[in-house]
C-alpha cells in the first residue's frame, strides 16, 4: 500500500505561482510512475503531468511551459512547481501513484484558486 499526502495549495492571483508538494509513504520501492491530476468545478479529472521512475516527464498541453514536475526520491516527495498561473488553473490537484503491479493510488486533494 502507499499513501499520499499532498500539501501546498492556496489561493493565489492570476499570474502568481504555487508549488505543491506530494509525500509518499508506504511501500514506496514499489513506486512506479507518478504524476498530478486536477479537477476544476464541474468537470472531470484530467491528468497535469506526470514522471515515471527513471524521471521521464509528460505535461498536458494546457500546462506546457507554466509547469515543472519534480521527484525527489531521497525524500520520496514529487513537486509540482506552478507559474503562470491562470484562473482556469483553479481546482482541486491530486497526487496519483502507480506501483509496479499497476495498482493506483490517489492523495486527498489540495484546493488551488486563481482568482484576483
Known amino acids: 500500500q502507499v499513501q499520499l499526502v499532498e500539501s501546498g495549495g492556496g489561493l493565489v492571483q492570476p499570474g502568481g505561482s504555487l508549488r505543491l508538494s506530494c509525500a509518499a509513504s508506504g511501500s514506496i520501492f514499489s513506486i512506479g510512475d507518478m504524476g498530478w491530476y486536477r479537477q476544476a468545478p464541474g468537470k472531470g479529472r484530467e491528468s497535469v503531468t506526470t514522471?515515471?521512475?527513471?524521471?521521464?516527464?509528460k505535461y498536458a498541453d494546457s500546462v506546457k511551459g507554466r509547469v515543472a514536475i519534480s521527484r525527489d526520491s531521497s525524500k520520496n516527495i514529487v513537486y509540482l512547481q506552478m507559474n503562470s498561473l491562470k484562473p482556469e488553473d483553479t481546482g482541486i490537484y491530486y497526487c496519483?501513484?502507480?506501483?509496479?503491479?499497476?495498482?493506483?493510488?490517489w492523495g486527498q486533494g489540495t484546493q488551488v484558486t486563481v482568482s484576483s
Open positions: 514522471i515515471s521512475r527513471g524521471g521521464n516527464t
Open positions: 496519483n501513484a502507480v506501483d509496479l503491479m499497476w495498482r493506483t493510488y
